[in-house]
């Protein structure tokens, strides 16, 4: 099927009519009208409702609006990685969530450059949902998450046993600051502390939550291993009798996609996370 039909689709959906669509692409809308006449005819089904108000999906184009996005994201993955770049036999992409790209990705990165010359390296940080999507759509090879997808084809691997503990700066002990590690964290820290469960101040990036914490004082819930050497050397301190809570993080790839090339990523990832000792998160530790 030509592309340009699926980008047209969605095109379609996001302005919400075939004469916004034509404009946004740049086409005449007898040309959007051509592409969708073509596209349901070749999917023997009615996409859109049309009318005066603009253009409404039938059931058949709700469900199409994931195949659409998927062979358009494919696509690109394509045209990013072909050709092959001179002197390498494939890419290895892989992923991780954006609190764990220092040290622990960084690393990983740097161990695949040094001893798998033979494949590029595409790497991408972001949220975990979206990473579980690509692993499924096949646009990643491996990724890091903290909650993963137990989809059909997915093999999950615990990687890093991990705590949520809670530590306050001494001289500045407050706000109490609100940090947003997923659905089953603010599950089980709303239940236990009911009190904190609303914030005057919160964040959903745990690096940039330390760094203000660091910089302006308070107090919140952070991974072990990336305050412990703020806590060995007293600049943070654990705040007594407070709950902890875990917090794995997990190595998720696709058994389709899995060769000798990704077991050797993974186990030079499982490397990494044995060889790296500053969790800090800052690139020029001053404390």
């Known amino acids: 099927m030509d592309i340009s039909l699926a980008r047209t689709f969605l095109e379609i959906v996001r302005s919400g009519s075939l004469i916004a669509?034509?404009?946004q692409l740049h086409v005449t809308q007898a040309a959007i009208t051509a592409r969708v006449q073509s596209l349901e005819s070749q999917l023997n089904c009615t996409l859109f409702v049309r009318n005066r108000a603009g253009a409404k999906l039938t059931a058949d184009g709700e469900?199409?609006?994931a195949y659409a996005?998927?062979?358009?994201?494919l696509w690109e993955a394509a045209q990013r990685d072909l050709p092959l770049l001179k002197g390498f036999d494939n890419v290895l992409h892989v992923g991780g969530e954006t609190s764990l790209y220092n040290p622990l990705i960084l690393h990983w990165v740097r161990k695949l450059r040094s001893q798998i010359s033979s494949h590029a390296i595409r790497t991408e940080v972001g949220d975990g949902a979206i990473l579980l999507r690509k692993l499924e759509q096949g646009t990643l090879d491996?990724?890091?998450?903290f909650q993963p997808a137990y989809w059909p084809g997915l093999q999950v691997e615990e990687l890093l046993e991990e705590k949520l503990i809670q530590v306050y700066l001494p001289q500045n002990p407050e706000p109490y600051i609100y940090i947003d590690w997923g659905e089953g964290f603010r599950r089980q820290?709303?239940?236990a502390?009911?009190?904190k469960a609303k914030a005057e101040l919160s964040f959903n990036l745990g690096p940039l939550a330390l760094q203000y914490l660091l910089e302006c004082g308070g107090s919140g819930y952070f991974?072990?291993?990336?305050?412990?050497s703020y806590l060995d050397s007293g600049v943070l301190q654990r705040v007594p009798m407070a709950p902890e809570f875990s917090f794995p993080t997990y190595l998720v790839y696709s058994r389709e996609r899995d060769t000798p090339v990704l077991q050797q990523a993974i186990g030079l990832l499982r490397e990494a996370a044995r060889d790296s000792t500053d969790w800090s998160q800052r690139w020029n530790p001053a404390l």
């Open 21 to 23: 669509a034509s404009e």
């Open 63 to 65: 469900a199409f609006v």
């Open 69 to 73: 996005n998927q062979m358009v994201q």
């Open 142 to 145: 491996a990724a890091l998450v």
């Open 189 to 191: 820290h709303d239940a």
């Open 193 to 195: 502390l009911p009190d």
């Open 223 to 228: 991974r072990t291993r990336v305050v412990q």
